[in-house]
């Protein structure tokens, strides 16, 4: 398939993990759209920002740590890109040696375009 | 793009999130507690007078009814729209919900 | 739901034979498994699964079937992904991604619907 | 105009299923058509068989088999219905449960993929 006959889809995670499903969800579905040779891009905004912070040990709550997914995303399910909003993780205290993963910073203005740029924004 | 911020600015980041977001010859559609951001009076004016000094704002009678909002308590210039109005605006400009 | 006994335990698994509980699984369990798959167990199934059971615990999700064939190119030293499919397919007849996920303890990939 | 439709939340709790079918209804008068309407997270529970509102309130699973009637293809997520619960003896139309890609297929074949 041609990259012009691909599907542009981004999934926008505003939510922090483990007080909703919501993460942990958007991962099933990147997961599994991986499949589909679209095109699939991965955007943490907001809150969504905290999924992305390392030392993530949830062995407290009984729950999967699914910061581990984030490394193999590109490589093994064929995400096309994961972007983390650089004015949100400033907003938070948190900068590139926060992150559990190796990710795009982008700045919110470039994430503008790339949005605009989607056929589909599924926001989580 | 059509921002749709369907959360009361009062509780969630849903809104100020959208205004960030927000670009030229974009809108917002302000629906279910998403509407209380056009509440005259309320903290939210000023942030909307600012924003539709270049974008237009829509919200959905339906809401603002059923919240006993008054349509002369609404911000002046923000439209008020039906599910139809909703329905146009979807196939005018690609939607994004903020909630 | 059906359950069978093993090591005096009462082992739980679901209709199709996965393990409801995870933490039941070990080398000999394995062994039981495979046999209610009609697969018998030889080292290249166990590198195999010892591998699919590293990624999960790593990476907290099943590998996609492209990453199973990569490793299988690697470990046999197999020239493409065909050759890699047919090996894959010859340990594990009824679906690789399915049989080896049961044999080895993980929950039923949620692709397979 | 073809549009995809994402439940995400639950009925009754929050209103956007009720907002999604007054926007569904609307679309098919305009003319519209709706290509999908996708249930996932707890949007599962929009399709349980078992809901039983109060007779003098709206009873939402009904209204969405109005739709189906209709001709609206309703599809809930296989792997968030069995999390929730919602399985084939629990959800109304057991044909209705399918999987993740049902969702990518919809923001392909849809000119716009709106989430409630």
Known sequence: ?124 | MLHIVKKSPYESSAFSDAINYIEQNDIMLLTEDGIYAAKKGGKFEGALKNLMQKNAVYCLIADIKARGIQENEIIENVKIIDYKGFVEKVTEHNPMTWS | ?113 | MKFGILIKEGPYMHQAMDTAYNFILAAMESGHEIKGVFFYNDGVYNRCATLEPPRDERNIMKLLSELELKGVRLIVCVAAGKRRGIVNQTVCKVEEISGLGQLLELCITSDRTITF
Request: glycine share 6%.
């Open chain 1, 1 to 124: 398939m041609s990259e012009q006959e691909k599907t542009k889809v981004m999934f926008v995670l505003r939510t922090a993990p483990y007080g909703t499903i919501y993460e942990q969800e958007a991962i099933e579905a990147m997961v599994m759209f991986g499949a589909y040779e679209q095109d699939i891009s991965v955007t943490f905004t907001g809150d969504g920002v905290f999924s992305l912070k390392k030392g993530q040990d949830t062995s407290l709550l009984g729950k999967k740590n699914f910061s581990m997914t984030y490394p193999i995303l590109i490589d093994d399910f064929e995400i096309s890109h994961i972007y983390v909003e650089k004015e949100s993780l400033e907003e938070r205290g948190m900068s590139e040696s926060d992150l559990a993963t190796e990710v795009e910073i982008i700045d919110r203005n470039t994430l503008k375009q790339k949005m605009r740029e989607m056929k589909a924004l599924l926001p989580f």
């Open chain 3, 1 to 113: 739901m059906a359950s069978f006994v093993y090591n005096g335990k009462t082992i739980e698994t679901d209709d199709e034979g996965y393990l409801q509980n995870l933490g039941d699984w070990d080398k000999g369990l394995a062994e039981v498994l495979a046999k209610q798959e009609n697969v018998e167990l030889t080292e290249k199934h166990w590198k195999l699964i010892e591998w699919i059971r590293d990624y999960f615990q790593k990476f907290q999700v099943a590998p996609a079937i492209k990453s199973l064939t990569k490793e299988v190119m690697a470990l046999e030293n197999l020239p493409d992904k065909k050759e890699a499919n047919k090996f894959v397919y010859e340990l594990f007849p009824e679906g690789p991604a399915k049989q080896l996920a049961k044999i080895a303890g993980l929950p039923k990939p949620t692709g397979c619907v």
